[in-house]
């Protein structure tokens, strides 16, 4: 990887760096990539139309500036049917290859409350067509996201309710005990594809009843202990 000074010329001016607040701090928490594990909840899995039992893990990335922090969700463009699936989110402060579970927690800075949304028509015509699904994945603003709370605050959540409400009604619930591949495992494998990197978030998967969204509506979706995350579709 090639590296630049500040003083470095550019053909033109670089945007800024994605990042995210950390509650309680001043300091900014700098995002490098997003990689976010699919079906990760059985009875999600099940919904989708797969076999809920324990594959290996398998992943898709969001860009860095897909990101969304000020609680609106511009409803995008070329799609009819556009879903939420709220995860927790896992950001790394320690990278490396070959992580191994047992000290996989080690490179975990902190947790965030986070919102997949997806293009689902998009990504089904790219399913049957064998594509890559980033078309109905990592389009602009598909990733709201919370300020992380560093685990030095709530330590490393391995259960606690993860839910959504749309207009105040339910319509995710589950756990993060039922996460079908835990926070180390999931760092572990996905470790052995790419060299992680500090500044790495990690979506970790959503629980049943996903559905699709209106302009208007409000969401709002709950990650305990982790905190809660606030959204308008626009």
Same mark, same amino acid.
């Given at each position: ?53 324990? !594959?290996?893990?398998? *992943? ?6 897909? =990101?969304?922090?000020? /609680?609106?969700?511009?409803? %995008? #463009?070329?799609? !009819?049917?556009?879903? *939420? ?6 950001? =790394?402060?320690?990278? /490396?290859?070959?992580?191994? %579970? #047992? ?132």
């Amino acid at each position: 990887m090639t590296s630049h000074s500040d003083s470095q010329s550019y053909v033109f001016e670089p945007g800024p760096r994605p990042s995210l607040p950390v509650r309680g701090l001043s300091l900014r928490f700098p995002v490098h990539r997003i990689y976010c594990v699919g079906r990760n909840y059985a009875a999600h899995a099940i919904e989708m139309g797969h076999d809920p039992d324990r !594959e290996e893990p398998f *992943f898709f990335q969001k860009n860095p500036d897909n =990101l969304i922090l000020d /609680g609106s969700f511009p409803y %995008p #463009d070329k799609s !009819e049917d556009v879903h *939420f699936e709220i995860e927790m989110v896992v950001a =790394l402060h320690e990278g /490396g290859k070959d992580i191994s %579970p #047992d000290q996989a927690l080690d490179h975990v800075y902190g947790y965030a409350v986070g919102l997949d949304m997806t293009r689902r028509d998009l990504q089904g015509q790219a399913k049957k067509a064998g594509r890559p699904w980033e078309i109905g994945k990592a389009f602009e603003c598909s990733a709201p996201c919370s300020a992380i709370v560093p685990a030095a605050a709530i330590g490393h959540p391995a259960k606690g309710r993860v839910s959504l409400t749309v207009n105040g009604e339910l319509r995710q619930d589950g756990d993060l005990s039922q996460l079908i591949w835990k926070v180390p495992e999931m760092i572990a494998y996905l470790s052995g594809l790419f060299t992680l990197q500090p500044g790495d978030l990690i979506f970790s998967g959503t629980p049943a009843g996903v559905g699709p969204v209106q302009r208007g509506e409000r969401l709002h979706g709950v990650v305990a202990p982790v905190g809660e995350l606030s959204v308008e579709v626009t």
